[in-house]
Each structure stands twice: as C-alpha cells, then as structure tokens.
C-alpha cells in the first residue's frame, strides 16, 4: 500500500565535456544540457516532468561538468519550479549505475521509497507517474521504460525480451549483432533503495576476482586490460542482463515518440516534438499570428518574448526562436531553430537548419537542408558569430564559428 509519507527522488545523468563530441560545433558554445529545444534547455524538459512525480523530494543532477557551468540554471530551474534541484559532480567515470552508488547516502538523505533514473539527452514524454504507480503493482525492484522500434534500427539500443503477460524482462541485451528484439531501452528508469544493494554486489562480485588473480601477477596483468575498475557499473551490462529473468526487473512500454540527442540533427527533430507536445502541455508557450498585427504562424511556433519578428515574416511549422532574435520583413523559416542574438535580414529563408548565437543572415539568403535528420549534412548548421552575406545560399553545410560567407556553399563543411 502506498503510504502518503513516502518520498520520490529522481536523478538525471546529465554527462560531461567528454561525451558530446557528436554535438559540435554546437557544443563549442553551449554545454549540451543547456542547448535549446523548443525554446527550453534540453535538460529542463525531463527536470519538468519530474515535477509531474507525486511527492517529489528532491532532483539530482549528475556529471561531469565544473559546478560554476550548471549553478545559475540549477538555481533558475528550481525557484521557477519550486523543487530542490542539486547538482552533484562526479570525480571520475563510475558508469551509469555507479554515478547512482557513488551518490548513495546524498540521493537517500530523505530516505526515498523511489528512485527515479533518466538520462539528459533522451527525448520523450517521460510518462513517470504512470511508470511509479505500475512498478509499484509489478513489486519488483526496477521498471524500465521501453519502446517498439523498427528491426532494422534495434540493434543500434538495449534490445530487450518482455513477458507479455507480466511484463517482467527477461532478457536484456546491449547493442547486439543479430537481432533478438523490437523492443528497446528507453535510457528511463524508477528503482526501489534494493538497487545499491545490486550495484554494490557488482562492484564486491569484481573485488573478490581482483583477490583470486593476485595469485598469478601474469594473469593479473593479462585481466587489467579486460576489465572495469570495482567502482565502474554500468547499468545496462551490469545490472539489467544479469538480473533479467529474475523477477526483479520489469518494464512500462511507451506508445509515444522516443529518441536520443546525440546528434545537431536529432535536436532539431526533438525540437518539434517538444513544440508538438506544447500543445498539450503547454500551450500558452506556442506563438498565433494571422500576418495583420503579427507574423504569420503556421502550425507549432516557440518565440523568445524578448524576439522581434516582423509582421510580414512567415514562420513555422517547427520552429524555436531564441531571446534578442530580429526577424526582418518577408523573411520565411521553417523546420528550424534560431539562437540567442540572431539577425535575419529581409526575405531570407531558413529551413531545415540550426543558426547560432550572434550570426547574421543578409537580405535574400537561403540557409538550408534536406531534413534529414540522421544524415550527417542533413540539416544546415549555422555556428555562433558567423555572417552570410546578402544574397549567399548555404545548402546542406556546416559553418564553424566566427566565419564569413562571401559565396554561396553545398555540402561543405566551413572549416
């Protein structure tokens, strides 16, 4: 039974200046937690959805970021959300499951009956309150979220095997060779405290073999190489694998969208997902405008109230306009997101594209790309600081920062 007293905490891996190479050149700028999508920083749309947790306690955020980077939006994020929010920066790499275990006593302060465990660059509803109410029907120690995904992108996730009746997972396998399921790791998790008990017997599991190979200072040389040190879990090969089939673990399928941010190109695709799910969740944050008094908007529009945009500009659909952005008469954007500072001057188009802090697109310019969002020229990037100058197309490029563009480019990246 479910005792009003109870507390919920929930911890979000939010990575560090190591991970989120894929990201650049926008990453150069900004830390990836903190880059927009439909207006807000990533890491704010799972921080909001915790907030939707009954009895929420506290939010932790875990990485590997200097604490002066994250402090002012931690301390923003949690007067506006009145919900403690606290980061906490690990010293090295523990793994997912063992960022959790070196934490423990700071994340079991208010001695939580749940554990709430999410990845930053997941992009989903985050359905948690429904997770928390049927992990606690299902008794064991862990639900996973997961999502049916197509055979052909599987093997690029966690495939896992579910029961169909109980939902208990009973097999689990990271990125595999051959196909084993459909079914996938959506990176979202609630736990019972059991869960340090299980990371704890990783971590003695690999001190007891480091005893028994000093006996052979050969083959303890031989297994250095092969193996993590005691305090490096992962959550998925470590945990989840060895503990499918055990009744302990068990999983919530998600029916709606789902993807990972790994890349400029899925940004711009979550982006619109996020502006999609505003109008349900939000929709005083997307933007209306009929071309009379206001720019034209056509379907779901994000703009900064510090933003100027002219009343003949067409904007939409998909698109995130950022804070001080002037947009100039008959400029049209689409499928796009545009940073802090940015000027776009008169009838210029943006489509498919990303345009960063401080750049300036002149008058009858075409920023703009295919919309392919995993291709690696997909979608055009604009880096901060850049010019393109009247009159310049820029057509599934990239543009480094701090760049001039005389001339038109086509797949190119501006070095």
Known sequence: MQSSEEKVVAVIMVGGPTKGTRFRPLSFNTLKPLFP??????????ISACKRIPNLAQIFLVGFYEERELALYVSSVSNELKVPI?????DKPHGSAGGLYYFRDVIMEDAPSHIFLLNCD???????????VEHRRYGGMGTVLVIKVSAESANQFGELVADP???????YIEKPETFVSDLINC???VFTPDIFTAIQGVSTHREDRASLRRVSSFEALQSATRTHPTDFVRLDQDILSPLAGKKQLYTYETTDFWEQIKTPGMSLKCSSLYLAQFRYTSPHLLASGDGTKSATIVGDVYIHPSAKVHPTAKIGPNVSISANVRIGAGVRL?????LDDVEIKENAVVMHAI???KSFIGKWSRVQAEGDYNAKLGIAIIGESVTVEDEVVVINSIVLPNKTLNDSVQEEIIL
């Open 355 to 357: 345009v960063g802090w």
């Open 122 to 132: 997941v992009c989903c509803t985050f359905p948690l309150p429904d997770m928390l």
């Open 37 to 46: 999508l439909a207006g807000q920083p990533m890491v704010h749309h799972p």
């Open 187 to 189: 990176g979202v998790y």
């Open 86 to 90: 606290r980061y906490l920066k690990e």
């Open 165 to 171: 009746i109980t939902n208990e997972l009973l097999h």
């Open 334 to 338: 689409s499928d796009c997101i545009i």
